[in-house]
């Protein structure tokens, strides 16, 4: 996000946004960072540690979670904004995001002091705060949550933000082919959806019920998962600006 734009006219900032969206693009298609792929291995192994009770709570709650993103009516929304030009839309898309990490921190510090328990209760949460981010972006960059296919897209955006490898490719190229995709798309597969989601949280998240360091891993882990999924958000409201417009 270019956070010094006072100096820049609307059609140079489209245009380096342009630039700057294909770059993102190309980096996508990169393998993730052996850090990741290392702690890919652990959860593997963590699973299996991981009472079966735990893994059915989490999946339960993402499974709700995401029905309700589709159907329900009881995720707060702003109205979509139609007048705005891309440059004041990603300033108030950045001022959402900052909101929505510090909230996200002090929910993690929260549950991460509360034990195994708590800490359960930090998946759904964390969820709630991420899709309301997310209506909030959707309505941001003009396009309503209220529309059953603007929700489709809001659940394919943190499929991509929080995915695999292969997945992610995946993912980027339904959304980037959006017109197209969306008539196919009349309902989200939610288990592969919860897969993923889970397989990309689940060693930094269970590092949150440790007793002494949960406070500390869920303020800092929960900032870097809305900081990632801002970018990845950004990125991907504007692509479909730019394609809508």
Request: aromatic content about 12%; glycine content about 6%; hydrophobic content about 40%.
């Amino acid at each position: 996000m270019f956070e010094h734009t006072e100096g820049i006219n609307i059609n140079s900032y489209d245009e380096i946004a342009k630039s700057d969206l294909e770059f993102w693009k190309v980096k996508q298609f990169r393998k993730s960072s052996s850090l990741n792929r290392m702690a890919k291995n652990l959860q593997l192994k963590a699973n299996k540690w991981i009472p079966k009770k735990v893994h059915q709570v989490i999946t339960e709650s993402i499974k709700g979670m995401v029905k309700t993103a589709l159907v329900g009516s009881d995720i707060k929304r702003m109205d979509p904004i139609s007048k705005m030009d891309l440059q004041d839309r990603e300033k108030l898309a950045i001022e959402k995001l900052n909101i929505y990490k510090k909230t996200a921190a002090v929910e993690g510090a929260g549950t991460g002091a509360g034990g195994i328990m708590l800490g359960l209760a930090d998946f759904p949460l964390l969820l709630s705060i991420k899709l309301r981010y997310l209506f909030d972006i959707s309505s941001i960059y003009g396009f309503d949550p209220k529309e059953y296919e603007n929700r489709i897209y809001i659940l394919y955006v943190l499929l991509l933000a929080y995915s695999s490898d292969e997945k992610r490719k995946e993912t980027l190229a339904v959304l980037e082919n959006w017109n197209a995709e969306k008539e196919e798309l009349v309902e989200l597969d939610w288990q592969t959806f919860q897969q993923e989601y889970r397989d990309y949280l689940d060693v930094k998240k269970m590092l949150q019920m440790v007793p002494g360091i949960g406070a500390v891993v869920g303020l800092y882990v929960n900032y870097q998962l809305l900081d990632h999924l801002g970018e990845t958000a950004k990125y991907a409201f504007r692509m479909r600006y730019f394609t809508e417009e």
